[in-house]
């Protein structure tokens, strides 16, 4: 047995698993095939296309690989060199596939960064850079493409410290670059490697090692280049930062190299280098604490899954990184998050698209399993009787959205089922709108304690951005209930937050759910008017509470507060005809300037102060403009009923004139912009219009007829709505004007 462990412990210290990373076209995938070439996996190097060569790269194994010149997927390869066991993660580089480079890093115990020396540190790098960061994993540089003429190596060095924020350590030094590249100095070593190019780049190169002392060493670079080492030596010597192996390891210093990936320039000098440096399989953390790689009880988790890699069988293999024991083919094992027990026949080891069966594999080790359909991203395999887990791989934000729509509903179990592979390959969130009421609250917590002033509603819809929201306090149609519920979020999320001070919280109520749609812990620009309308001065209370006084000692007694005899609506101001070419449809970006407050005894007559301290002052001459779209056009027939009811004229487009006559509002119809004068841009150009309700298309663009319409009647003087609740609103104020408005002062409002 101990014989056993003894071989298992020494087949684990020779693994070394990595990933390259990189902007696209800085020459990563090059570097791996070189690596490859090196350890004897391949014979003869292939590039990516565009460069003239009939071989691509093993890694693109992909058509559209090869057809691009990009990696579009990672590849998991497994070489031996000099009594390593090595496995290379080769990621795609492009920003539209970074996702899966997220998750292969997951499964690295370090990263290779490659530059272009000719470019620097590019965007992709960066965001890449920032994940193997947060893994504390150690990053190794390699600069490359030092056969073209490249940026100075100090410049470079500087930027990747003032970039990236990690100090960085030469280890070999480039001489020339360009036509004049003569080869790198190894600082360590102390030694001068010149090359011969075989076959451009695609067999291992003919080097010569000198002493950096040789004699013949100024007749082989050439004086200049000689004279300039001989200077760059003694500066590196005395000014660049020292190696320190604590700092490589947990990702504060990454080692500098130099080379040509695509001539062989520095790959093998890189390669011996990097292997001495790195480190065995390191441990990894569970929701339990960390699983040592020499823990004989086998487990591992699913990075990656990747479908198709076998067009004949149209196969989905699941990539497993081993995280510590030995594994072996037809073991049982516990899937963890699947709740039993499966065996693992047939694993496989694969280089790019071509595989292996394999009888064993130890931590550090990449294997891909047959997936019938099982497996998801950051699932955990286990010993039997083993519940490990271990922690989450990241998710990011959506960079892409799509509407995803199944046209033939006789198909429905295979839109289904295509639907949760995807899910299961690349992780998804499927977005449902919530056609519910949106709340929002302003808090203080001392820590312990909360207040809230009071509790908002919002006129328009959710979907529409809370600073361009109408707003009333308190809230005038939720339930108790609601309130209840919206109360303990509020005070369980300040809590969880360790917020001392302010916290501002926005939710949907639809019907008794209650749903949170975002949480900012400190001040928003709703605390003035809850203030004003409550009495509760928030920002100094606030501030002594953040000082370190309690609620209570400030003498507020914690929780809800009783509402105010006062009905306050909070009203945006926008200043659209000041800023021309701007697009006034409302949405999820903020567009208001400023806001007004409308405050009474009675909803209405506070909405028609709001409205009229907005400069909304209507009527003119009683004319309006009504065009929808068409999933809107029943919603605003009762809409126009109460415009007409107030004696409004309605002029409409053909479809929205259509579905107002025939609910029996009479509505005259305008040609549309693009026909014959007069049309409705005439309309409104005649400054005869009072109002244009406008609700245009999702995702409509600026030179869409909306567009010009809009622009155009602000640029006129007419105001315009494109939200059908902001237009109820203004009809429930119109209906309720009063002949004396009261007036309010409310420096006399109290809360106490």
């Not at 100075?152 to 410290?161: A, G, N, R, S, V």
């Not at 604490?289 to 990656?304: I, L, R, W």
């Not at 053909?654 to 841009?681: C, D, F, Y």
């Amino acid at each position: 047995m101990s014989q056993t462990l003894d071989q298992m412990k020494e087949e684990i210290n020779k693994r070394r698993t990595f990933a390259i990373i990189s902007h696209p076209d800085a020459g990563k995938t090059t570097l791996t095939e070189k690596f490859l070439l090196y350890g004897g996996a391949i014979n003869l190097a292939g590039t990516v296309k565009g460069r003239k060569a009939a071989k691509h790269a093993v890694s693109d194994w992909m058509d559209i690989e090869k057809e691009r010149g990009i990696s579009v997927t990672s590849s998991a390869m497994q070489f031996n060199y000099e009594g390593y066991c090595i496995n290379i993660l080769d990621t795609p580089g492009h920003q539209d596939f970074s996702e899966d480079t997220y998750r292969t890093l997951m499964a690295a115990d370090s990263a290779v960064m490659v530059i272009d020396g000719s470019k620097g540190v590019e965007a992709q790098t960066i965001k890449l850079f920032k994940v193997c960061v947060m893994r504390h994993i150690p990053i190794f540089t390699f600069i490359n493409k030092f056969d073209r003429e490249a940026r100075d190596p100090y410049e470079l060095l500087d930027e990747i410290e003032d970039v990236l924020g990690i100090r960085t350590c030469p280890v070999n030094w480039p001489i020339g670059c360009g036509k004049n590249f003569k080869g790198v100095y190894d600082r360590f070593e102390r030694k001068i490697t010149t090359f011969t190019a075989a076959m451009g780049g695609a067999k291992e190169v003919e080097s010569q090692e000198y002493d950096v002392d040789s004699t013949d060493l100024d007749a082989l670079v050439g004086p200049v280049y000689y004279q300039q080492l001989q200077d760059d030596i003694e500066l590196l010597d005395g000014a660049s930062e020292e190696f320190d192996m604590e700092k490589v390891s947990t990702g504060k210093l990454s080692p500098a190299f130099f080379g040509s990936a695509l001539t062989n320039f520095g790959v093998e000098t890189f390669l011996e280098h990097f292997l001495k440096m790195t480190t065995p399989p390191l441990p990894r953390k569970t929701t339990e604490g960390q699983v040592d790689p020499f823990n004989n009880k086998f487990s591992a988790f699913v990075f990656k899954i990747q479908a198709n890699m076998n067009k004949a069988h149209r196969d989905r293999i699941a990539f497993m990184r081993i995280c510590s024991g030995k594994f072996e083919a037809g073991m049982e094992v516990n899937h963890v998050q699947g709740g039993r027990k499966i065996r693992l026949s047939q694993p496989q080891q694969l280089m790019a698209q071509d595989r292996k069966i394999v009888e064993e594999a130890y931590a550090g080790d990449i294997i891909g399993v047959f997936d019938p359909g099982i497996f998801s991203i950051g699932d955990t395999l286990c010993a039997p009787g083993d519940k490990v887990q271990f922690e989450g791989i990241p998710t990011f934000a959506p960079e892409h959205f799509a509407r995803v729509r199944q046209m033939d509903t006789m198909k429905r179990k295979q839109f289904i089922k295509g639907i949760n592979q995807i899910a299961q390959e690349h992780p998804i969130l499927v977005d449902k709108y919530i056609m519910g009421k949106e709340i929002e609250v302003d808090a203080i917590c001392d820590g312990t304690d909360i207040l809230i002033p009071g509790i908002m509603q919002h006129i328009e819809r959710t979907g529409i951005h809370s600073g361009d929201s109408i707003s009333v306090y308190p809230a005038q149609d939720i339930t108790q209930h609601n309130i209840d519920t919206i109360v303990d979020y509020t005070e369980k999320l300040a809590r969880a937050l360790h917020v001392k001070g302010m916290i501002n919280i926005q939710f949907i109520v639809d019907g008794d759910d209650v749903y949170i749609i975002e949480v900012n812990p400190r001040s928003s620009r709703t605390v003035p008017y809850i203030s004003k309308v409550t009495g509760i001065p928030i920002v100094p209370l606030a501030t002594q509470v953040i000082c370190g006084h309690t609620l209570k000692e400030l003498g507020y007694t914690p929780g809800l507060q009783k509402k105010s005899e006062y009905i306050a609506i909070k009203m945006p101001v926008f200043s659209f005809e000041k800023i021309r070419g701007a697009d006034i449809s409302l949405g999820p970006e903020m567009k208001s300037t400023g806001e007004c407050l409308g405050i009474a005894k009675t909803f209405n007559e506070a909405l028609y102060k709001a409205f009229e301290g907005a400069g909304m002052k209507l009527p003119k001459h009683k004319n309006m403009i009504i065009t929808v779209r068409e999933d809107e056009q029943e919603n605003v027939v009762e809409i126009a009923r109460r415009f007409q009811k107030a004696g409004y004229k309605i002029f409409a487009t053909r479809g929205t004139a259509k579905a107002l006559n025939a609910h029996g509002v009479k509505a005259l119809t305008v040609r549309k912009l693009e026909q014959e004068s007069p049309n409705i841009l005439d309309l409104i150009l005649g400054h005869e219009i009072d109002l244009v309700i406008d609700i245009p298309q999702q995702g409509a663009e600026r030179s869409r007829d909306g567009f010009i319409i809009r622009r155009n009647a602000i640029e006129t003087g007419v105001h315009v709505l494109t939200s059908l609740d902001t237009a109820e609103a203004l009809a429930t104020s119109l209906e309720n004007r009063a002949k004396e408005l009261t007036l309010i002062d409310i420096a006399t409002v109290k809360n106490i």
